[in-house]
């Protein structure tokens, strides 16, 4: 089946919404622009209404009723005005305190990366110093054991030595009792005992 034909009476309906919507939308344009008109301040009155803000952020009904009276606004406006008034000073203050706390971090962040620096260059001294004491003790250890050998060795070396001169003062005792002379009566003038020796020497 195809569309049905608008009828006349479709058509008057349809023409009677249209003309209301048009209405409809002039009455909110124009209640927008009164509103516009009824926020708009002189530049006199919002310098009156500064003033008294710098005083009493909230005044009371009777000097709201008062400010409109002076500035020719209604109590509603100036209600609302210092509503708005204390909105925008409070965001304004919200973002001075933002700005503020963002300074301090920013100075308390670059403290710490620069505090952080100090911490990892005093580490790494701390660690140099630990590694040459370290090195010295292990130094030390070192020499105290080369040291002890050095001495033990000197130690027998001396031994050594001492037995090799012990052994030549027996030699040497054994050799003089050898060449000892003799016990006979014709041997008991030492000349006579050297000149035997020198001809015995000779001889040979």
């Given at each position: 089946m195809g569309d049905p034909s608008p009828t006349p009476a479709t058509g008057k309906i349809e023409s009677s919404l249209h003309g209301m919507e048009a209405k409809g939308h002039h009455r909110k344009n124009i209640t927008k622009s009164r509103k516009r008109q009824q926020k708009r301040f002189s530049d006199e009155q919002i310098r009156s209404l500064e003033i008294m803000f710098e005083t009493e952020s909230r005044p009371e009904l009777p000097l709201k009723q008062q400010l409109a009276n002076q500035l020719g606004l209604k109590p509603r406006q100036v209600a609302i005005w210092f509503q708005n008034k204390r909105a925008r000073s409070k965001s304004r203050q919200i973002e001075g305190d933002y700005q503020l706390l963002k300074i301090n971090y920013d100075s308390l962040a670059s403290e710490f990366e620069s505090l952080?620096?100090?911490?990892?260059?005093l580490l790494s001294q701390l660690q140099m110093l630990r590694c040459m004491?370290?090195?010295?003790?292990?130094?030390?250890?070192?020499?105290?054991?080369l040291e002890g050998r050095g001495r033990n060795e000197e130690y027998q070396n001396w031994n050594s030595m001492l037995g090799t001169e012990e052994n030549s003062i027996l030699h040497l005792e054994n050799h003089n009792h050898k060449t000892d002379k003799p016990s006979s009566d014709e041997n008991d003038d030492p000349l006579r005992y050297l000149a035997d020796s020198y001809l015995t020497s000779s001889g040979n």
């Open positions: 952080k620096k100090e911490n990892q260059l004491v370290e090195k010295k003790e292990r130094t030390q250890t070192i020499w105290l054991d």
